[in-house]
């Protein structure tokens, strides 16, 4: 008997074994915010002062399909 779970508001980070740059994500991802879907990037970065921190960007996953989708053969859909 599987339990269903919620994953509204939570996300999830993996190391990046894809990673060939220093400007490619450390860890790759995704995220639910109020049930809305999004890919989820991190970078280990260390601050002037020497503190280390992640840095974080998120990109829609609609978005991203919406873009492609809508594309006409005249334009790069990114």
């Not at 490619?24 to 915010?33: E, L, M, R």
């Not at 989820?40 to 280390?52: E, P, V």
Request: hydrophobic share 25%; net charge positive.
């Amino acid at each position: 008997m599987s339990k269903e779970y919620d994953n509204t508001n939570r996300g999830s980070l993996f190391n990046n074994d894809k990673k060939e740059k220093d400007t490619h994500p450390d860890f790759t991802g995704s995220i639910n915010v109020d049930g809305k879907e999004y890919w989820l990037n991190g970078w280990k970065k260390t601050s002037k002062a020497g503190k280390r921190f992640f840095s974080l960007s998120v990109k829609s996953k609609d978005g991203a399909a919406k873009k492609s989708s809508e594309a006409d053969g005249d334009e790069i859909p990114w």
